[in-house]
DNA sequence: AATTATTTGAGACTCATTCACAATAAGGGC
DNA sequence: GCCCTTATTGTGAATGAGTCTCAAATAATT
């Protein structure tokens, strides 16, 4: 069994949820892409490949991975949010063209070090964050 | 005649906007409260002083407002988005509580400058951003 | 004052997301 | 494997924040 089944079984057992084959459907989906997707590029893809699984459940799957940590919402500011996995990615943030719409990650230790400490100062227990850089990418100059 | 006045009108002849009464009626309401409001509330307390202006209306100006870095949009992650004038108000970013919608401020010139640091990397002209801690305040712990 | 252009208000509309509920499928015990 | 209980699913309706349309009102220009 692959590992990232194995992660989907954990995370629903622990959720005291059941293990069912469109939950998988939407997992293998988001997982085994790369790419900043919303809940309709997902439905129709898997639509596409024959898996007819209803938008509800897969917004109710997203849900689930969402708050286990498996899978980033990104609010991008204009339409509906996107969805990336965050399976052996390292931790990243987003830069947003206000122009052509494109994505771009970057990582900062430094950032996220000291947005643990601001976290420990306020004695605010940080579950997750969001850090987006709204602006006009190099080749929309 | 206010600066804050001065300032709007500034704005509105730079956008090639006319000052209006309910323009200036909702950037008053807005700059005169340093609360994190919805445009429903910004909208009922304009209608409870007897300031009769259109939903609609709050909507269109707050879009010129932001776009013009008078005020700032807080997306809290569930429901309606909030917003807060950025007038004699130093730069900060948000710690929003997931479990009493607490929303704390936070400054913090470090990751200001890194943030700018990375932009310039990608050559990416950074127009504004997004820095928002989600977890659980002091006192919902 | 007349003309032209912008703004406003009211409500209809959009569209992402959520909900309700009947039909279906999982999991546990036998 | 079969039954029973309980969760899940699909469908389509509902929700709700935000946008749009358009006629009437207001502002600027002549």
Chains 1, 2 share one sequence.
């Not at 998988?24 to 988001?30: G, M």
């Not at 100062?121 to 940080?126: C, G, H, Q, S």
Request: proline fraction near 1%; charged fraction near 30%; aromatic fraction near 6%.
């Amino acid at each position: 069994m692959s590992k990232n089944k194995e992660k989907l079984k954990m995370v629903l057992h622990k959720e005291g949820l059941r293990f069912t084959n469109q939950r998988e459907a939407v997992w293998n989906e988001i997982v085994t892409c790369d790419e900043h997707r919303n809940v309709d590029d997902i439905y129709m893809t898997l639509r596409k490949n024959g898996i007819l699984v209803s938008r509800a459940t897969v917004y109710r799957t997203i849900d689930v991975l969402v708050k286990n940590n498996m899978v980033r919402k990104l609010d991008v500011g204009v339409g509906p949010s996107k969805f990336e996995h965050k399976m052996n990615a390292p931790h990243h943030d987003h830069m947003i063209c206000i122009q052509c719409g494109r994505i771009e990650e970057f990582v900062d230790d430094q950032i996220e070090n000291l947005q643990d400490s601001v976290a420990k100062e306020y004695e605010f227990k940080l579950v997750r964050h969001i850090h987006q850089l709204f602006g006009i990418c190099k080749d929309c100059q």
